[in-house]
């Protein structure tokens, strides 16, 4: 495997489950991130972890909790969600720290479906 | 705050067709300038950057140089094709926050 992987690909859920998405990088990178994107919306920033510690958290509702077990690994635990919070869920990493730019690489993304 | 602002879109061109896709940024500093491709259900690639001024960035067939007295960095490719079709999105690195991202341009390009 090479990149980042994210699973699974597609989730259709009810607004009483629970599921979690999962990310996978093979990079050696020390960052991982999570976006959302929504249909006609910007991308949106939810959460960033640089060497395993959560750096940002942009006003993200509580029903989202990330978990980054290790610098490989990243996971975004849902909980009652909305309809709203239907859209690609994209995962990222980046080695940060580098004198050159923070260049992203992306997961496929996971599109998330809440009824 | 650091700020990446591009043409509205959608944006559709006939093949063979010249491209401009025009992005404008705010920034303190010295920014890294980069576009990112997504392509019909995929994620994010990057597709060329730019780290300093009057660079140029390119990559197949696409370039856009870095104006820092226009603070802007247009994406342009001579002779598009059917599977150029994607969103293209603009983004800046400061140094400061993570990668701040344009709302994104989709292209379709027909044959």
């Known amino acids: 495997e090479t990149g980042v992987t994210q699973t699974p690909r597609h989730l259709v859920m009810g607004m009483t489950n629970k599921k979690s998405l999962k990310c996978e990088q093979h990079?050696?990178?020390?960052?991982m991130y999570w976006y959302k994107q929504s249909a006609k919306k910007p991308l949106e920033l939810m959460f960033v972890?640089?060497?395993?510690?959560?750096?940002e958290n942009n006003s993200v509702p509580s029903r989202f909790s990330p978990e980054c077990p290790n610098s490989s690994h990243l996971f975004l635990h849902l909980h009652t969600l909305q309809p709203e919070d239907s859209a690609l869920y994209l995962c990222?990493?980046?080695?940060?720290?580098?004198?050159?730019?923070?260049?992203?690489?992306f997961g496929a993304g996971s599109r998330l479906t809440v009824l | 705050g650091d700020s990446v602002t591009q043409m509205e879109g959608p944006v559709t061109l006939s093949e063979e067709a010249f491209l401009t896709i025009n992005c404008t940024y705010t920034?303190?500093?010295?920014?890294?300038l980069f576009w990112y491709v997504q392509y019909p259900g995929e994620g994010l690639q990057l597709l060329l950057k730019a780290t300093k001024a009057d660079d140029k960035g390119s990559n197949k067939g696409f370039e856009a140089t870095y104006r820092k007295e226009t603070t802007s960095f247009h994406l342009e490719k001579g002779s598009v094709q059917v599977s150029d079709s994607a969103v293209y999105f603009c983004?800046?690195?400061?140094?400061?926050?993570?990668?701040?991202f344009g709302k994104g341009t989709r292209l379709s390009v027909i044959a």
């Open positions: 920034a303190t500093g010295y920014p890294s």
């Open positions: 972890y640089n060497f395993k510690e959560q750096t």
């Open positions: 983004a800046l690195f400061s140094g400061n926050t993570p990668l701040v």
């Open positions: 990079l050696g990178h020390n960052a």
């Open positions: 990222a990493s980046s080695q940060v720290g580098n004198s050159g730019a923070n260049v992203l690489t």
